[in-house]
């Protein structure tokens, strides 16, 4: 963790044995951020469904009906970008032309040409405002939304950026969209059937089946706050920002990665849950810039069982506290090395990594509880 915040008010009680602390996180870090130009965004109209899918056992012969719904959703996102090309240093060496003639002289000043990368995006309000992986528009000078009828394209400007979790939001002057609607990502489990739907190497609208492989994936470096779902629907380079639906057609996740020896699917597909980047983006379009608590804790990478026995913990399902910051609000609330945090608002603490997650997703001031042995 880096520091990012300071406690206003804290307190510190006993119960059952354990100590139960309540912080009011209050300063922010920026993760992520809206163009320094950009205005007052209203709020996107989202569509929301939080009850877990029915998944008692069907004998469906087609998901036909549940493509139908998504596919008008689901659009092509086209960003350009300026890339410059250095000098190739050996052919402007004088010697090298002098010996070798004028014709070798190579490449004398820098040149720069245009690029246009393909990636997919879905649509998440009727309004215009669409999702995608932050890698698929960072660093574009101008970025174009096609649908995936053909039927119409738009510019779209960049609302906000995290690349912390390879998330971006688009908007487009339009109305009445085909907007998707969003599901609980928490309520996923392993096994769930899923799709992936985008424009995998530009071939057109394509969609893939497989199932939820695993939950909470991390630990890869791709991005600062990792907590992915994986599948084993295939994601190939342009499905990059597209959606990945439960079986009901409900958006869980955005396709961001592959984990590949050959740059093809090989079975491992990653995508950011929809709870995360939903945070993000109604951050982005709120505030501009994305605001992250802090607890003011650091924390052992990795529990071992020699660890857990050292410290006396019941089990290694917990983040152990290595070092404490006095002047943060878990320091202020009396927080010490060795104490071990096994449940934080309410909710079980697997490890440290899954500790970080669920403090960068609490606005600061919100008071929170966390419970300690």
Do not use: C
């Not at 009727?126 to 970025?143: F, M, Q, R, S, W």
């Not at 400007?157 to 487009?172: F, M, Q, R």
């Amino acid at each position: 963790m880096s520091r990012i915040s300071q406690s206003l008010f804290t307190m510190r009680s006993a119960v059952l044995g354990s100590l139960s602390v309540l912080i009011t996180l209050q300063a922010a870090s920026l993760g992520g951020a809206a163009p320094a130009s950009a205005e007052a965004n209203p709020a996107p109209r989202l569509t929301i469904q939080d009850t877990p899918i029915n998944r008692e056992l069907k004998a469906a012969t087609s998901v036909a009906p549940v493509v139908k719904k998504v596919a008008p959703s689901v659009v092509n996102i086209y960003s350009t970008v300026t890339v410059h090309e250095r000098p190739n240093q050996l052919f402007n060496d004088p010697l090298f032309r002098r010996f070798f003639g004028e014709q070798f002289g190579g490449q004398t000043q820098p040149r720069s040409h245009r690029e246009q990368s393909l990636g997919s995006g879905v649509i998440v309000s009727p309004d215009g405002y669409i999702l995608t992986a932050n890698h698929v528009v960072e660093g574009a000078e101008k970025v174009k939304v096609a649908l995936a009828s053909g039927e119409k394209e738009f510019d779209a400007k960049v609302i906000g950026a995290d690349p912390a979790t390879d998330t971006a939001i688009l908007k487009v002057d339009a109305k009445n969209l085909p907007a998707i609607t969003i599901a609980d990502s928490d309520k996923l489990e392993v096994g769930d059937v899923v799709l992936a739907v985008g424009n995998p190497f530009g071939v057109g609208q394509t969609v893939t089946m497989g199932i939820v492989s695993a939950l909470g994936r991390g630990g890869f470096g791709i991005n600062n706050y990792e907590n992915f779902i994986q599948t084993d629907a295939a994601i190939n380079p342009g499905n990059s920002g597209g959606p990945l639906v439960d079986a009901e057609g409900r958006l869980v996740g955005i396709n961001t990665w592959i984990f590949s020896q050959t740059g093809g699917f090989q079975g491992l597909g990653f995508a950011v849950p929809i709870n995360m980047a939903r945070y993000v983006m109604e951050r982005l379009i709120s505030d501009g810039k994305i605001a992250r608590g802090y607890l003011g804790l650091w924390l052992q990478p990795e529990l071992t069982l020699e660890l857990a026995k050292q410290f006396n913990l019941p089990n290694l399902n917990g983040a152990l506290v290595t070092t404490v910051d006095p002047e943060s609000p878990a320091g202020k609330a009396g927080f010490k090395e060795g104490d071990f945090v096994t449940e934080f608002n309410g909710k079980k603490v697997k490890d440290m990594r899954q500790l970080r997650l669920m403090v960068s997703q609490t606005a600061p001031g919100r008071k929170v509880t966390v419970r300690i042995l």
